[in-house]
């Protein structure tokens, strides 16, 4: 198959994943799921990468999720830098999209959905689970 070929292949493919989370999401309202639409609100004292990056996975409706900037642990090394001082994040993410996923399926959802932030920050520790 031609790269070209390949790339378009895996783009459809993130693209119905994603649109499955929504189906699923849809299907299966959970207490969770209203509970995370207040956590997902840009949090005060935040940098701006740290909220959009909240504000864009709110499409997977996570059942619950936690962003951590763990950039000042990173002070001094190359890539330290990023947008204002934010350069590092681990993520511990839980949705009912995830469940047919393999691991490397959900990361790769994960970073379609950031597009561009990921270009903005050094690191990004993804820990992606089904409820």
Not at 48 to 53: A, D, H, K, S, T
Not at 104 to 111: D, E, F, Q
Request: hydrophobic share 35%; net charge neutral.
């Amino acid at each position: 198959m031609s790269e070209l070929k390949l790339i378009t292949h895996s783009l459809v493919s993130l693209s119905v994943s994603v649109w499955l989370c929504h189906l699923r999401s849809a299907t299966k309202p959970t207490r969770n799921n209203i509970i995370h639409h207040n956590l997902t609100h840009n949090r005060s004292g935040a940098g701006p990468i740290y909220n959009e990056i909240l504000t864009r996975l709110s499409v997977l409706k996570p059942t619950s999720i936690n962003l951590e900037d763990d950039s000042s642990k990173h002070a001094g090394h190359a890539g330290s830098k990023g947008f204002d001082g934010e350069s590092h994040f681990s993520l511990d993410i839980a949705a009912q999209c995830f469940e047919d996923l393999p691991l490397v399926k959900r990361h790769k959802l994960i970073y379609t959905i950031l597009g561009d932030v990921m270009d903005k920050i050094h690191a990004l520790e993804i820990r992606a689970n089904v409820e």
